[in-house]
């Protein structure tokens, strides 16, 4: 398996290095073949979700300092970048159903 890395810019997005397949909440494959580094929103604001349109400096977002040691209790083994992409998919479902 090709290695994949995921690292959280301060105040901005998770960059994610190598191969990944991501879908859209429809279960539809959204073409990432041409890119070698993909930007996933992290502050809930970008206009292209999942991916980061640089919004986050428009609007101050602020991310946590470090990772908060509750959340490996609460999630168990998941990895975070699933919970993120999770909630993003959860988040796009209920705004289509208003």
Same mark, same amino acid.
């Given at each position: 398996?090709?290695?994949?890395?995921?690292?959280?810019?301060? %105040?901005? /997005?998770?960059?994610?290095?190598?191969?990944?397949? &991501?879908?859209?909440? #429809?279960?539809?494959? !959204?073409?990432? +073949?041409?890119?070698?580094?993909?930007?996933?929103?992290?502050?809930?604001?970008?206009? %292209?979700? /999942?991916?980061?349109?640089?919004?986050?400096?428009? &609007?101050?977002?602020? #991310?946590?300092?470090? !990772?908060?040691? +509750?959340?490996?209790?609460?999630?168990?083994?998941?990895?975070?970048?699933?919970?993120?992409?999770?909630?993003?998919?959860?988040?796009?479902?209920?705004?289509?159903?208003?």
């Amino acid at each position: 398996m090709a290695d994949v890395t995921i690292r959280p810019k301060p %105040n901005g /997005p998770y960059l994610i290095e190598g191969p990944v397949e &991501i879908y859209d909440t #429809a279960g539809n494959k !959204i073409p990432t +073949d041409d890119r070698p580094k993909i930007a996933l929103c992290r502050c809930g604001a970008s206009s %292209n979700k /999942p991916f980061c349109d640089g919004t986050h400096s428009k &609007i101050g977002f602020q #991310a946590a300092e470090s !990772i908060n040691p +509750d959340s490996r209790i609460r999630y168990g083994s998941i990895h975070a970048a699933q919970v993120y992409l999770r909630c993003i998919s959860n988040r796009a479902a209920r705004r289509a159903s208003v």
